[in-house]
């Protein structure tokens, strides 16, 4: 067998490499996210926004961005045979399931790095929130890259994929969205941060990950069966 | 001159279907059926015994027996539809078989497929080739994934471009390519990891005269190599295999041929 950690470093720079040069999933997902950001500007009609509010409306913008990163993160895959010759190769096959997870996470952590400043300058009056607040994009993204590369996986030999990604994937982020919602409430309170339930919703966060890390672990095998 | 161990070279076949496993007398070597292999000499390369594959409900392969030892060439035949990929693909551990036992290289399948992966040449129908990556990008991708030391894969990589006479284009990405540079490559990544099994379905298509000449060194007959064949031009495939299996519209060994003459060999 091929030593994992080989193999995950070629697969994941293979897709960061695809990325950079045709960029087919970042910048539709930054535009999509600036687009909405405005249009929450100028549709709620309100230049700063605090608590559970500012937290739906960046949670919200980055689901629904993400999603168009996890839509395309197996294409390439069921469209060039790249599932066949990894499953010709001596490989651990949950090498491929860490790959695409690191890279959507990747992904997920490039676009908060440009939008969530354009959020900040577009709804916050107090930039003191950002820095707590990447220790729970962090988890976020950690669970949403997990969950996605999972459910992806399962929707990719579909041809109702890009619709069957959302209906499987929204029910089961919920608990995921709920924490990290709860737990920015807090962080963007109008009178500063505050922290209080902020360590206890990191930490359902940090299960959340936890429960589908394993699970992806177990069942990653089996969904590229054929 | 045919090369191989003698042991190889007399190996019988077996290529039949139920009627020849329900204790018929077996049949003549031009015939649906086939005589039953010598059960007490070494494993063959690849053991089918009752393979079937439906997709769906509707039958591809339907009772499929054979034996080929190691070093042989058999060259599958048959119209369109007739499961010849299908059967490529079980023995590339790529499909599960519906029903029937599957032994490739002394692993059993599908249970033991992780041991048979990295051991086999796939050459199928895709190239199996990432379009916004560079020919050479592709290649050093499956050299890392079959854990090729990085000094070896690259003489490797530049031996086979060179002899497939890609070297030029080889830091072009793929979708810039032809259909026919996209097979030289393709075939580049299926003998890139030295496999002992070749499985090839149609090799030669997209290629021109040049590149069919120029490839025969990578995936042509060769001693100890063990290789399946699918292919649409039966004279081609019958001169270059050892045994020649028919396939039929069902899914059925409809016809089977053993030894070609030694002197046949390139």
Known sequence: MTPSRSAFAVLLAKDLRTELRTMRSLPAMILFAVTTFIIFRYGLDRTTLSGSLAGGVLWTTLLFAGILGINRVFVSELEEGGFDAIRLAPVDRTVLFASKASALFIYFAVLEAIIVPVFAMFFLPDWSALIPLTLLLAGANLGFAVLGTLISSMAVNSRARDLLVPLLLLPLVVPLMIAVTAASAGLFDAAGPDYEGFGTWLLVVGLYDGVFLLVGYAVFDFLLED | ?266
């Open chain 2, 1 to 266: 001159m045919d090369d191989r161990p003698d042991a190889a070279r007399d190996r019988p076949h077996e290529a039949h279907s139920d009627a020849a496993r329900s204790g018929e007398e077996p049949a003549g070597p031009d015939s649906p059926g086939g005589p039953h292999v010598d059960e007490g000499s070494s494993p063959p390369a690849i053991r089918l015994r009752g393979l079937s594959r439906d997709y769906g409900g509707r039958p591809a392969l339907r009772e499929v027996d054979l034996d080929l030892a190691e070093g042989e060439n058999l060259a599958l035949l048959g119209p369109n539809g007739s499961g010849k990929s299908t059967m490529l693909r079980i023995l590339a551990t790529l499909l599960r078989p519906t029903s029937g036992e599957v032994t490739v290289l002394g692993c059993t399948l599908p249970d033991q497929s992780w041991k048979l992966r990295g051991r086999i040449g796939y050459l199928g129908h895709e190239p199996l080739l990432y379009r916004d990556l560079t020919g050479r990008e592709n290649l050093e991708l499956q050299a890392r994934l079959h854990g090729i030391p990085r000094d070896e894969a690259s003489a490797r990589i530049e031996a086979d471009l060179d002899l497939l006479e890609m070297g030029r284009r080889a830091d072009d990405r793929v979708s810039g390519f032809s259909a026919g540079m996209r097979q030289r490559i393709a075939i580049c990544r299926a003998v890139l990891h030295r496999p002992p099994l070749l499985l090839l379905d149609e090799p030669d298509s997209n290629l021109d005269p040049e590149g069919r000449e120029l490839s025969r060194s990578l995936i042509g007959p060769a001693e100890g190599r063990t290789r399946v064949l699918v292919s649409h031009e039966p004279e081609r495939a019958k001169a270059e295999a050892d045994v020649v299996v028919m396939l039929d519209r069902t899914g059925q060994v409809a016809g089977r041929t053993g030894h070609r003459s030694t002197e046949a060999r390139p």
